[in-house]
Nanobody
Framework: QVQLVESGGGLVQAGGSLRLSCTFTGRTFDLYTLGWFRQVIGEDREFVAA????????YYADPVKGRFTVSRDNANNMLYLQMSSLQPEDTAVYYC????????????????????WGQGTQVTVSS
């Protein structure tokens, strides 16, 4: 019904930049809060950033504040994560997610607030 597909991952050097994209397939894109999460093998999935339905409100996890920018293009059903000043600790599989939920940090930062997930894209930052 609703499908998400991430792209744009790859290998970059520390200090470099990378832009992730997420393509949304469905009929109600404008109704969804969209989020980015990341996961390292053996660890829990971690909140990275989220953006409200209108795109006017964004949320960021502390480790990425000032370095990552989340945006959405409602006209084209696209979600983006612009990453700069990348560090080795940013290495992870990054997932986009969509959910019909209230846009508060406490809610959007929880994996349980999202009903649809992409397959993930690998980001590797070398030193």
């Amino acid at each position: 019904q609703v499908q998400l597909v991430e792209s744009g991952g790859g290998l970059v050097q520390a200090g470099g930049s990378l832009r992730l994209s997420c393509t949304f397939t469905g009929r109600t894109f404008d109704l969804y809060t969209l989020g980015w999460f990341r996961q390292v093998i053996g660890e829990d999935r971690e909140f990275v950033a989220a953006i409200a339905r209108s795109g006017g409100t964004t949320y960021y996890a502390d480790p990425v504040k000032g370095r990552f920018t989340v945006s959405r293009d409602n006209a084209n059903n696209m979600l983006y994560l612009q990453m700069s000043s990348l560090q080795p600790e940013d290495t992870a599989v990054y997932y986009c997610a969509a959910g019909i939920t209230a846009t508060t940090l406490a809610i959007v930062s929880k994996t349980t607030s999202y009903e649809s997930w992409g397959q993930g894209t690998q980001v590797t930052v070398s030193s």
